[in-house]
T-cell receptor, first 108, second 113 residues
Framework: QQPVQSPQAVILREGEDAVINCSSS?????VHWYRQKHGEAPVFLMI?????EQKGHEKISASFNEKKQQSSLYLTASQLSYSGTYFC?????????FGTGTRLQVFP | ETGVTQTPRHLVMGMTNKKSLKCEQH?????MYWYKQSAKKPLELMFV???????ENNSVPSRFSPECPNSSHLFLHLHTLQPEDSALYLC????????????FGPGTRLTVL
């Protein structure tokens, strides 16, 4: 039931782009994305609903493909502040199940 | 205070101790959650409360006992824990359902000796 995220870790230079994927074996109603910086609480980024809607948050956007049961998070022109662990949360029968997490490190 | 607060932030306890974690939300939300986060593991949902009623117990051992006296407060009572229970315990709240945006507290770092 737990969604699988890939890659597990990403290392970037400032200004580079990255894509984080989240896949589920179950039908999805929505996908949530959170970011957790080291030593801090997870912080909500965005929700994507059924319909393949693409959303954006500054230079971070995401897509949701309900047929493929997956979502992708796109980080464009990464900044140092993007460093942290990204979690997707998938809605399955009125419950949010979080993925395994992707650790992103951005270096100057 | 705003948002979701948790106390204590750090806790060290022996296996025979009894302690409690406290969570308070100042957002007017009706749903509250306990999560466990271990090293290199995803967020594991433990309990869900909706309007003070427990709606989810994710097969959590009975040595963890939640309590929700009102919509703003959530406790996690701990007794006879095991070393493998050492983890970061996160509290979260949301407006209504489990699929509304969740706001997390800073967590309690628990170490069981």
């Amino acid at each position: 039931q737990q969604p699988v995220q890939s890659p597990q870790a990403v290392i970037l230079r400032e200004g580079e782009d990255a894509v984080i994927n989240c896949s589920s074996s179950k039908a999805l109603y929505s996908v949530h994305w959170y970011r957790q910086k080291h030593g801090e609480a997870p912080v909500f980024l965005m929700i994507l609903l059924k319909g393949g809607e693409q959303k954006g948050h500054e230079k971070i956007s995401a897509s949701f493909n309900e047929k493929k049961q997956q979502s992708s998070l796109y980080l464009t022109a990464s900044q140092l502040s993007y460093s942290g662990t990204y979690f997707c949360g998938t809605e399955i029968t009125d419950k949010l199940i979080f993925g395994t997490g992707t650790r992103l490190q951005v270096f100057p | 205070e705003t948002g979701v607060t948790q106390t204590p932030r750090h806790l060290v306890m022996g296996m025979t101790n009894k302690k409690s974690l406290k969570c308070e939300q100042h957002l007017g939300h009706n749903a509250m959650y306990w999560y466990k986060q271990s090293a290199k593991k995803p967020l594991e949902l433990m309990f869900v409360y909706n309007f003070k009623e427990q709606t989810e117990n994710n097969s959590v051992p009975s040595r963890f006992s939640p309590e929700c006296p009102n919509s703003s407060h959530l406790f996690l009572h701990l007794h006879t824990l095991q070393p493998e229970d050492s983890a970061l315990y996160l509290c979260a709240s949301s407006q209504r359902t489990s699929t509304d945006t969740q706001y997390f507290g800073p967590g309690t770092r628990l170490t069981v000796l």
